[in-house]
Every structure is written in C-alpha cells, then in structure tokens.
C-alpha cells in the first residue's frame, strides 16, 4: 500500500516540479544564451544593442542575486502559510510576466531593473520546492526526486541551447531580434504553467484529493514524527532560533555558498566559454546541449544511489571531486577536446548539490526548521550569484584562469566542510537521533530482542523499527 501511495504521489507531484523548474532556470540563465545569440551577426546581438562592455554583463547578472537573496529567506514560511501551489504558482506567473517584458527593454539600465524585478518575483523558489518534498517523502526518498527535480537545470541547458539555435534564425523577424524572441518565447510558457500549478499541484499529503482516506492516513503516519506536516505552526520563534543558532547552520550554508559558484558560473558563462573553444553563433549554441544531458543523467545516478544506499557524504564528496578535475581539465589542457570534456564535468555539480541538501534536510524538524534549514541555507549561499560573475571578467578571456582554479579551490574547501559535517553528524540519509532497523521475521527473535506488542514492540511478521530520540516508534 505504501509503494502504491508513493507512485501516486510520483505521479501527481513529480510531472509538475519538474516542468516548473526547467523553466525556472531557463528564465534565469537565458542571459548567458542571449548575450552570445546572433553574435557572427553584426548589429544584432544583445552585448552589442545594449552596449553589455567590459563587466557589465558580469554586472547584470550579479545584480539579480541582491533582491533574490533579500526575499528568498522568509519565502518559505510564506509558502507554509499561504500553501504550496498558491505560492509557487504567484511567483512562477509574475517572473514569466517579467521575462517577456525583458525583451522590451532598449538600454543598460532597463535590463538592470528587469533583473532586479526577476530577482524579486523568483525568490523562494527552489527552497521552496525542497521544503515542499520534505512534506511528501521520507528522507531516505528524497534524495531521488531532488535530483530529478533539479536535473531539470541540465535539461533547460540542454533546451536553452536549442532553442537559442532556433531563435538565432529569427532575428529581424516581426521587426525583432533574436534575443528579444528569446525572452518571449521562454517567458510565455511559465505564465501558463504558473496557472495550471495554481489548479492542480496538490498542497500536503492531509489534504491531498487524489489520495483515499486511508491513504491519506498512511501517507501522514509513514513520515514519522520529525517530518514537517501541513498542520504544523506556521511559524514557531523557538524553532527559529534554535535553527539559525546552531553552528550547523553555517557551516552548511557556507558549504553550500562554495557548491552554488560552480553551478551559478557554469549556467551564466557556459555559452561564453565555449565560445572561447572557437565556436561562435548557432554552433556555439549547439554545443552547450552535450554536457547538459550528460549532467542530467549523472545527478540522477548519484542520488539515486545515495538513496539506495541511505548515505549521503560518500555521495557528496565523490561529486565534488568529479567536479573539481573538471575545472583541472578546463583550466590547464590545451587541446579543445580536453577541454570540452571538463565542460562535461562541470556540468554536473549538482550530483553533489543534490545529495547535499537531501542531507541538511534531515539534520532539522518540523516545518519552521525546515523551512529556515532550507530557505534561509540556500538564500545565503545565493550570495554567490553576485561573487560568481566576477570570477569571469572579460580581461581574463578566453582562458578565464583565475577563476576557474578560485572555483576549484572553493569546491574542495566545501568537501573539508562536509568532512566536518561526517564527523559531527554522521554520513546517515535519515534524521539524526534516528535509526532504522530491520525487525526479524520470526516471532522469537522479534520478542526477544524488542519485546511483545504491549511494549511497544512489532508482530512477528517483520517490518521497520525506529528509535526516536530514546522512544520507540513502530511504522
């Protein structure tokens, strides 16, 4: 019954975070396609209608992540309160509204207040999201539907770069260039799946409609009593206080600030550093789709390893390393295939982001811990949208070495930082003071070693034991 439970919630939840997501970052990063769109075509790319010298693009894309990072933090408790598709749905509609209106823009400072504005309406997004799964999954599930949700952002580099191919044969249509195509055609979809979400993407597993009673029951009794649930507080001060005073707070939020400028400067200058390999218009664009699906399948490899396997650091820091000879690659081989081979391996960042963040998730109960756990984490190392940018400033093209051994050196400081976290808090997917164990099957061994039911033991047919914090819970 549960394995049928949890397909349903596949089935009805998964489709729809997923599609959300690729367009999310799809709306984000399409800057970077946009900036080198029509670039063999003089007088039509956006670097040149807008006047983008020097660092102002590196600017352009720092300035997003000030009001990002500003109203990301209370957007989960918002989410909490308003409820998931309420919120998502509001902040997927209004930043669809402002990408299409990005291609209205006629000067440097007007995309620098559409960037603003997109900042704004994105915020809370992608923490939100993990808060929502957290209400949904168990902890050693999540780290599977994580990935799949956030290998979306390989997949919408993968499409990005396809459809930029596509709209770079557009310019001068309509009267149009190809990089205001680009915002229109990208922006309009996620206005009407901003809709339909508001319709259709179910709230929390107590309210869940296409659940029947005793599934609904089942689905809240099997997350146990550290998972968030729809009925918790909205906002509990203790738990606040409690989350963000403890050391753990930051050193995984620092850990991750050094995880989120690898992914941030490969979505952002992906297109521009294969430019700097020698491929320039359509191709260019062409060649940004092989490492994208080749990251795609890497995350969901290593998450759903981790899961099977209820580990995480092992996961973690295996992705990093992964990483890190990538940016090796890319910053000391010569040769053009080399190189690209490390685009490959940069890709994939988030095959340690996501077992990362599936890890902090069971380090915290309830809906007010997980709520600053996630959003309050990740909306601090957001700050590295506005370091990232800078690591690539157009003086040090087309090699751009400082910063690509910078991020290198950021990465393995992240892996010394989940070493710390192993030796505090242990390598477990479940929650911490939480452990699982396999009941025997036999009715001796079960009331030898648990005791009979009436001691809160389980029957003899087996099943799963969990030690709660000194008591013991049966599931």
């Not at 080198?36 to 956006?46: A, C, F, V, Y």
């Not at 440097?108 to 997004?125: N, V």
């Not at 050094?258 to 992914?263: A, E, G, I």
Request: glycine residues 10%.
């Amino acid at each position: 019954m549960e394995k049928r439970i949890v397909r349903k919630m596949d089935l009805r939840i998964m489709p729809w975070i997923i599609v959300c997501y690729l367009l999310n970052y799809l709306d984000r990063t399409n800057l970077g396609n946009a900036r080198t769109l029509n670039n063999d075509i003089p007088g039509h790319s956006l670097s040149e209608r807008l006047d983008l010298q020097g660092d102002r693009y590196n600017f352009i894309v720092a300035i997003f992540f000030v009001p990002y990072v500003l109203f990301e933090f209370p957007s989960n408790i918002a989410l909490k309160y308003f409820t998931p598709s309420r919120w998502i749905a509001r902040i997927m509609v209004s930043w669809g509204i402002v990408t299409m209106c990005t291609a209205a823009v006629s000067s440097y400072t007007g995309l620098i207040i559409c960037r603003i504005f997109l900042g704004i309406m994105e915020a809370g997004f992608f923490p939100g999201i993990m808060m929502y799964l957290c209400f949904w999954y168990k902890p050693n599930e999540r780290g599977v539907r994580m990935a799949l949700f956030s290998a979306s952002v390989a997949v919408s580099g993968a499409f990005g770069g396809l459809i930029a191919t596509g709209v770079s044969f557009m310019s001068g249509k309509g009267g149009l260039y190809g990089w205001q195509w680009l915002f229109i055609l990208e922006g309009a979809p996620t206005i009407i799946v901003g809709v339909l979400v508001w319709f259709y993407l179910p709230d929390f597993p107590e309210t869940a409609k296409f659940l029947t009673q005793d599934e609904r029951q089942l689905a809240i009794d099997r997350m146990g009593d550290f998972a968030p649930k729809g009925t918790d507080k909205h906002f509990d001060k203790a738990d606040f206080i409690r989350t963000v005073c403890a050391w753990e707070f930051w050193a995984f939020a620092l850990c991750y600030f050094f995880m989120t400028n690898s992914l941030n400067a490969f979505g952002f200058f992906a297109p521009t550093i294969i430019s700097g390999l020698g491929f320039t218009g359509y191709k260019g664009q062409l060649l940004t789709v092989p490492p994208n699906a080749f990251a795609f399948f890497v995350i969901i490899g290593n998450s759903w390893w981790s899961d099977r396997r209820k580990e995480r650091v092992m996961h973690i820091l295996g992705g990093l390393v992964f990483v890190m000879i990538g940016y090796v690659l890319l910053a000391s081989v010569d040769s053009v295939g080399g190189r690209y081979v490390g685009v490959f391996m940069i890709a994939c960042t988030n095959a340690a982001v996501i077992p990362f963040i599936a890890y902090r998730t069971a380090t915290v109960t309830g809906a007010t811990s997980t709520a600053i756990a996630t959003g309050g984490v990740i909306a601090i190392a957001n700050i590295a949208g506005a370091v990232a940018p800078f690591l690539f400033p157009s003086k040090d093209s087309p090699r751009y070495f400082p910063g690509l051994w910078t991020l290198f050196a950021m990465l393995g400081a992240a892996g010394c930082i989940v070493g710390l976290l192993w030796y505090k808090l242990g390598g477990s997917s479940e929650y911490r003071g939480s452990t699982i164990e396999t009941v025997p099957a036999a009715a001796e061994s079960a009331e030898e070693e648990y005791g009979d039911d009436k001691e809160g033991g389980l029957a003899a047919d087996g099943g799963v034991r969990i030690k709660e914090l000194g008591k013991t819970a049966t599931m």
